[in-house]
């Protein structure tokens, strides 16, 4: 269709420039411009009518129109998609849309209708194609579409493989024979509902519904602070009100020591204290921490904290019964905030405000990385290591290490151990006085008694006194 749509619009509309995006140049050479070439021959035009300059990416018509060839991948480099701020086309069509970033999508919709819209009278229009993708499509087509609230500059027409005359008996039998059954609900099933990836921890419907539950905000404000090199990635703050993110900000390129006065004015701004603050301390977090003393640092890599939900045990500290929760089965405090992050937004408890739709694909997506490692195994539960993530997302997962981080204070309650009242230990009777060594154990056994006779529960006196280091019992 949309090979079709552009041939026809320059063959009527000489000297019209148009484009065709996909993620990758390479895989729009192997399947759209292919489709383009079987659309030619189809309606027998002739390859003189047209030629392709592979050197520039576009292929020319002899009445001048023009059609780019577009990659629109995400890059490192121009985040913001620079590289498309001067071009001017008549429209376009962005192929495999799922694939593509909504910053693509943002940037490239105004950039259309400035090309002899006006001399032709041709309202700027943008094809997009797509499968069912749980992203920006979803978000701002599918959803509003499906609720009857879709905005009148966007329409939304459902084709099925079926509706094709031409592939649907052979394609229909291909899509049956796909195993992995959310492939199939996706392509053959154009369900946008499709199930979630088995290993990963959050619904998909749940991760959207981030942007509308309502949770209770709570007296208690905190800041999370991810923080990255100068030049590398994004510096992310977020700002809570008890379990409701109310404000999102992004730096670039600064060093940490003007990282460090920003912080400190948000902070000051939003009457934060710096006790409810963390940063991520490992790499360049730790400078600073070093110049926000008070903060909380927050170690991905260290040992999980005790489990508050767990029923404690007793253990003797220098002298002194203390309450201690047993740790989790987690390999780290990262993969400890993970599960319960992903927890805790499958149960609608958290909520984000936020109007830019670039930063919420890019939480949405991080979001969906939240996955099990290692389901197959009997260890200590482990997300996806953030390499990994990285290379699968093409970059640091900055949003989602701030939500893991506001994890971290629900947790700290029990970093340190409950004190319970410990009842003075009984002097020895008379007759055990000066006694050593074996003659010990009847002491013991008689202390033991008295020490159980009320119904407070302390320790016996093995777990204060240890006869193979010191052999004296005295009173």
């Given at each position: 269709?949309g090979?079709?749509w552009?041939i026809v619009?320059?063959?009527?509309?000489?000297?019209?420039?148009?484009f065709?995006?996909?993620?990758?140049?390479?895989r729009l050479?192997q399947?759209?411009?292919?489709?383009?070439k079987k659309?030619?021959?189809?309606?027998?035009i002739?390859?003189?009518d047209w030629?392709l300059?592979g050197?520039?990416?576009?292929?020319?018509?002899?009445?001048?129109?023009?059609?780019?060839l577009l990659?629109?991948n995400?890059?490192?480099?121009?985040?913001?998609?620079e590289r498309?701020?001067s071009t001017?086309?008549t429209?376009?069509?962005?192929e495999e849309?799922g694939?593509v970033?909504?910053?693509?999508?943002?940037?490239?919709k105004t950039?259309?209708?400035r090309?002899?819209?006006?001399?032709?009278?041709i309202?700027?229009k943008?094809l997009?194609?797509?499968?069912?993708k749980?992203?920006w499509?979803?978000?701002?087509?599918?959803?509003?579409?499906k609720?009857g609230?879709l905005?009148t500059?966007y329409?939304?027409?459902?084709s099925l493989?079926?509706d094709?005359y031409y592939t649907?008996?052979?394609?229909?039998?291909q899509?049956?024979e796909i195993?992995d059954k959310?492939?199939?609900?996706?392509?053959?099933?154009g369900?946008?509902?499709?199930?979630d990836?088995?290993?990963?921890l959050?619904?998909?419907?749940?991760?959207?519904?981030?942007w509308?539950?309502?949770?209770e905000?709570?007296?208690?404000?905190?800041a999370?602070l991810d923080?990255?090199?100068?030049?590398?990635?994004?510096i992310?703050?977020?700002?809570?009100?008890?379990?409701?993110?109310?404000?999102?900000?992004?730096?670039?390129?600064?060093?940490?020591g003007?990282t460090?006065i920003?912080?400190?004015?948000?902070?000051s701004k939003?009457?934060?204290p710096f006790?409810h603050?963390?940063?991520?301390?490992?790499?360049?977090g730790?400078g600073?921490i070093d110049?926000?003393r008070g903060v909380?640092?927050f170690?991905a890599?260290?040992?999980p904290?005790e489990?508050?939900?767990a029923e404690?045990?007793?253990k003797?500290?220098?002298?002194?019964?203390k309450r201690?929760?047993?740790?989790?089965?987690?390999?780290?405090?990262?993969d400890?905030?993970?599960?319960?992050?992903?927890?805790?937004?499958n149960?609608?408890k958290i909520?984000?405000?936020?109007?830019?739709?670039?930063?919420?694909?890019?939480i949405e997506e991080?979001?969906s990385?939240l996955?099990?490692?290692?389901p197959?195994?009997?260890?200590?539960?482990?997300l996806?290591?953030k390499?990994e993530?990285?290379?699968?997302?093409?970059?640091s997962?900055?949003?989602?290490?701030?939500?893991?981080?506001?994890?971290?204070?629900s947790?700290s309650d029990?970093?340190?151990?409950?004190?319970v009242?410990?009842?003075p230990?009984?002097?020895?009777p008379?007759?055990?006085?000066g006694?050593?060594?074996?003659?010990t154990s009847?002491a013991v056994?008689?202390?033991?008694?008295q020490?159980?006779s009320s119904?407070?529960?302390v320790?016996?006196?093995?777990e204060?006194?240890?006869?193979?280091?010191?052999?004296?019992?005295?009173?």
């Amino acid at each position: 269709m949309g090979a079709e749509w552009l041939i026809v619009m320059c063959y009527r509309f000489p000297g019209t420039k148009w484009f065709i995006g996909r993620k990758e140049l390479k895989r729009l050479m192997q399947s759209s411009y292919e489709t383009f070439k079987k659309v030619c021959k189809f309606h027998s035009i002739p390859d003189s009518d047209w030629k392709l300059n592979g050197q520039y990416n576009y292929i020319e018509f002899v009445n001048g129109s023009r059609i780019d060839l577009l990659d629109v991948n995400f890059q490192p480099s121009d985040p913001l998609f620079e590289r498309f701020g001067s071009t001017e086309y008549t429209g376009g069509w962005i192929e495999e849309a799922g694939e593509v970033h909504f910053k693509a999508f943002d940037v490239l919709k105004t950039r259309i209708g400035r090309h002899l819209n006006k001399e032709f009278n041709i309202h700027p229009k943008m094809l997009i194609t797509c499968n069912p993708k749980k992203n920006w499509l979803k978000r701002l087509i599918w959803k509003p579409w499906k609720e009857g609230t879709l905005k009148t500059i966007y329409a939304y027409i459902q084709s099925l493989y079926s509706d094709n005359y031409y592939t649907a008996d052979t394609y229909g039998e291909q899509l049956d024979e796909i195993a992995d059954k959310i492939t199939k609900q996706r392509l053959k099933g154009g369900d946008w509902n499709y199930d979630d990836d088995d290993n990963c921890l959050v619904d998909g419907d749940a991760i959207q519904d981030i942007w509308t539950n309502t949770v209770e905000e709570g007296k208690e404000k905190y800041a999370t602070l991810d923080v990255a090199r100068f030049g590398k990635d994004k510096i992310v703050m977020m700002l809570w009100r008890g379990w409701r993110v109310y404000k999102i900000i992004v730096w670039e390129n600064q060093d940490t020591g003007l990282t460090a006065i920003m912080a400190k004015d948000e902070l000051s701004k939003e009457k934060i204290p710096f006790s409810h603050c963390i940063v991520d301390e490992v790499g360049v977090g730790s400078g600073v921490i070093d110049q926000m003393r008070g903060v909380k640092g927050f170690i991905a890599n260290s040992g999980p904290l005790e489990d508050p939900n767990a029923e404690p045990v007793y253990k003797i500290v220098n002298g002194i019964k203390k309450r201690i929760f047993p740790k989790e089965n987690f390999k780290s405090l990262k993969d400890q905030c993970g599960y319960r992050l992903a927890d805790m937004i499958n149960n609608h408890k958290i909520s984000v405000d936020c109007k830019d739709e670039e930063i919420k694909e890019f939480i949405e997506e991080e979001i969906s990385e939240l996955k099990d490692f290692k389901p197959d195994e009997d260890s200590k539960k482990q997300l996806v290591p953030k390499d990994e993530i990285k290379e699968h997302i093409g970059r640091s997962p900055d949003f989602l290490d701030n939500l893991l981080m506001r994890i971290w204070f629900s947790l700290s309650d029990v970093v340190a151990p409950d004190i319970v009242p410990f009842k003075p230990e009984p002097e020895l009777p008379g007759e055990y006085e000066g006694r050593v060594g074996s003659e010990t154990s009847q002491a013991v056994e008689d202390i033991n008694k008295q020490l159980h006779s009320s119904d407070e529960e302390v320790p016996t006196i093995n777990e204060v006194y240890n006869p193979s280091v010191d052999d004296d019992l005295t009173a």
